[in-house]
């Protein structure tokens, strides 16, 4: 640790994990949802007792939640002020590497729905983290007007719902980024369809999501080589045997189950197609249990040695 006072930093300002980010081949970082029940500086101290350095900014909300003002729900208020968030990240010495903003882009928009304003929020308090990331996807239809509409009018709701927090992402220098965890973001030619339709491929990008990809029908292999230099962010997760017959009709799952290597996903050439495309962003294990995540890191690390 450091000695500037704040726990895990140096005298320069830096975290313990950023003075390592340039020594490692490949930063891995957890979900900071590792502990059912507990509070969000609980999955920060899990994390850290794991031995990462980095970690996603993973449920959020906006205003105020019961479950977070009583200890039993892992979500940080979009209005929270960052200072609160650094502090908490900083005591565990550890590096926050993206915030997630999941939303719902094919639904109506409704007060009760993680939408444009919720994207909007996470860039702003992305930016006064000084996080570079923020993630989002469309989701699946949760509503028959949605689940209605043509596959122009999903590419359009997608639009419009995304072009104000894609200006508020170049204004505030943040890389948007989608992930694949709906039924046009899981495949090469859905994602394709919409970064045309975003543009600015300055500001958005990728965030390669190796379970979600392949659950809903999509090959991880081929998103490398679609869109290479523009996937900046990975989520790692691997599938069992038993979601075989499942791929193509679910789109997108929280946390894989077993250890990276032990499912159907082919993780291991993944890493390698990766590191040949030159990627050298951050990566957050989506991969549930103490042991599975210990062993999905061994491996990461030795795959891309």
């Known amino acids: 640790m450091g000695h500037s006072g704040r726990p895990g930093f ?38 850290r007792e794991l031995g990462f350095d980095y970690a996603d900014l993973t449920d959020n909300h906006d205003g105020s939640t019961l479950g977070a003002e009583y ?15 650094r502090e908490m990240v900083a005591e565990f010495g550890l590096t926050l590497t993206s915030v997630c ?5 094919l639904d109506p928009a409704s007060p009760s729905r993680y939408g444009t304003m919720e994207i ?16 989002t996807t469309e989701g699946d239809p949760k509503t028959g007007f949605a689940e209605g ?33 709906g039924e ?3 495949t090469v030619e859905g994602m394709s369809a919409i970064l045309e339709a975003l543009g600015n491929e300055d500001v958005v990008g990728v965030n390669l999501d190796t379970g979600n990809s ?36 679910k789109f997108g799952c929280g ?16 890493v390698e197609s990766l590191l040949e495309s030159g990627f050298d962003g951050p990566t957050t294990l989506e991969v549930a249990g103490p042991e599975n995540v210990r062993k999905s890191a061994e491996r990461l690390r030795e795959w891309s040695s």
């Open 120 to 135: 909007i929020k996470a860039i702003r308090l992305a930016h006064h983290l000084g996080v570079q990331q923020v993630i």
């Open 214 to 249: 392949w659950l809903g029908g999509g090959e991880p292999m081929e998103f490398i080589k679609a869109f290479g230099p523009r996937i900046k962010h990975v989520h790692w997760k691997d599938m069992e045997e038993e979601w075989v017959p499942k791929r193509g009709t």
């Open 255 to 270: 946390m894989g189950m077993i250890p990276l290597g032990d499912g159907v996903v082919g993780i291991r050439a993944i």
């Open 101 to 105: 903003a999941h939303g719902n882009l």
């Open 184 to 186: 046009l973001t899981d």
């Open 10 to 47: 140096n005298i320069s300002g830096e975290s313990a994990a950023e003075q390592r980010m340039d020594d490692e081949i490949m930063k891995i970082g957890c979900f900071a949802l590792m502990e059912p029940f507990t509070p969000m500086r609980r999955q920060f101290e899990v994390i």
């Open 149 to 181: 509409l043509s596959r122009e009018e999903k590419l359009f709701s997608i639009r419009e719902k995304l072009h104000e927090p894609v200006r508020w992402a170049r204004e505030l220098g943040i890389d948007l980024l989608l992930e694949p965890h």
């Open 71 to 85: 200890g039993f729900a892992a979500s940080f208020s979009l209005d929270e002020h960052p200072a609160t968030i």
